[in-house]
Every structure is written in structure tokens, then in C-alpha cells.
T-cell receptor
């Protein structure tokens, strides 16, 4: 199967610090990865589309300077929440697309971020 | 824009009960429709999909039929098991090639 690993699964940080979340495709190459945010009792909201070797495409309303995305290799994308504040506390989920099934996204287990 | 509406939850059923989880959508054109499942502590997994009207997706005893006339993609299972306890998300990919999710519904199955 297609496995996507997301790390860390849970992180607690102080307000004003930065947090990096990693998303790895373990057994396939992913030219495209996606980052979602999920609020309690809400659906997953797409934040940005990450393409290997190019700049990420952000959805309307998502601050690119706040949520830095790097997709430096075909198996790794990172999301850095810069100068985190309590309102950034949320569940962040990544997904990756295999080349042959462009409509199928494989998801990581998510990262619970809590900013104190 | 595209949207997916799921019935409100949570849903609690006894083992071997019949399951229906409603899902309706709004989209331009002909979207592909999906059901994803998230077991406790795990990432979302694709459960089944349908790419055109009247298609029936099926997997692990679950079924859903793409109904264009009612813009629906209801998930059904004839006999649920405790191991089916999870969060279920209905989703679509529309003309913008992006996944749009419903809010998800938590299913708990009692022994």
C-alpha cells in the first residue's frame, strides 16, 4: 500500500515559537502533497498544495508567511508554523498523491498542535 | 463553490445493525465522489469511490452509489461490526481538482 508518515503526532509549544511538521511518503514518490487543517467538529480545510521543486500554492485566506511549506524532495514536504499563537492550535493533516492515481490522496495520521 | 454535506452525528449502533450515512454534494460539472474512513489514531484511508453517475463503489461490505439526480452518495453497510467504529468523511474532487470534505461523522458500534 501507499504509506504516508507524519511527524510529530503531537506537539505543544509556547506562543511565539516555530514548529515544523514533516510529511513523508514512505514507499512511493509524491510530486504533489497537500496540507489540511481541521478544526473541532469541522471538515478538513485545504491550506496549500505543495509541489516538489516549486513554490507551494496557498488557498485564499492562508498566510504564506505564517505557514511555510517546503517540498524539497519527492518524498518529503514540511510545514512550519512560524511565531505560533494560540489561535494556530489545530489538527494539521498532510496527504500525498501517487503519480498513477492522481485523484487518490494518501493521508498521514495528522499532527495535533497546541500553542500555550 | 463545491461543498459536501453530511448528516449530523455521532451515530451509535449495535453490532450487526444496518448502517446508512447520508451525504449530498454541490458541485459544477461531474465530480468524483469518495468516502474516507479514519480509525482511531490513524490517518484517513480511502474506503471507496465512484467517478460517474450510477457507479457503485464498494469495499469491506460498504457501498455507495453515485446519484446525480439527487446529488447524493450515501454510505451503506448491511451489518456493522465493532471494528467499523471510526470517523467517516464524504468528499469530492470537482473541476478545480481539489478534495472538498464533509464535516465527518463518528460511528460507534456496540458489541
Amino acid at each position: 500500500g501507499a504509506v504516508v508518515s507524519q511527524h510529530p503526532s503531537r506537539v505543544i509549544c509556547k506562543s511565539g515559537t516555530s514548529v515544523k511538521i514533516e510529511c513523508r511518503s514512505l514507499d512511493f514518490q509524491a510530486t504533489t502533497m497537500f496540507w489540511y487543517r481541521q478544526f473541532p467538529k469541522q471538515s478538513l480545510m485545504l491550506m496549500a498544495t505543495s509541489n516538489e521543486g516549486s513554490k507551494a500554492t496557498y488557498e485564499q485566506g492562508v498566510e504564506k508567511d505564517k505557514f511555510l511549506i517546503n517540498h524539497a524532495s519527492l518524498t518529503l514536504s514540511t510545514l512550519t508554523v512560524t511565531s505560533a499563537h494560540p489561535e494556530d492550535s489545530s489538527f494539521y493533516i498532510c496527504s500525498a498523491v501517487r503519480g498513477e492515481g492522481k485523484n487518490i490522496q494518501y493521508f498521514g495520521a495528522g499532527t495535533r498542535l497546541s500553542v500555550l | 463553490g463545491d461543498s459536501v454535506t453530511q448528516m449530523e452525528g455521532p451515530v451509535t449502533l449495535s453490532e450487526e445493525a444496518f448502517l446508512t450515512i447520508n451525504c449530498t454534494y454541490t458541485a459544477t460539472g461531474y465530480p468524483s465522489l469518495f468516502w474516507y474512513v479514519q480509525y482511531p489514531g490513524e490517518g484517513l484511508q480511502l474506503l471507496l469511490k465512484a467517478t460517474k453517475a450510477d457507479d457503485k463503489g464498494s469495499n469491506k461490505g460498504f457501498e455507495a452509489t453515485y446519484r446525480k439526480e439527487t446529488t447524493s452518495f450515501h454510505l451503506e453497510k448491511g451489518s456493522v461490526q465493532v471494528s467499523d467504529s471510526a470517523v467517516y468523511f464524504c468528499a469530492l474532487i470537482g473541476a478545480n481538482s481539489k478534495l472538498t470534505f464533509g464535516k465527518g461523522i463518528t460511528l460507534s458500534v456496540r458489541p
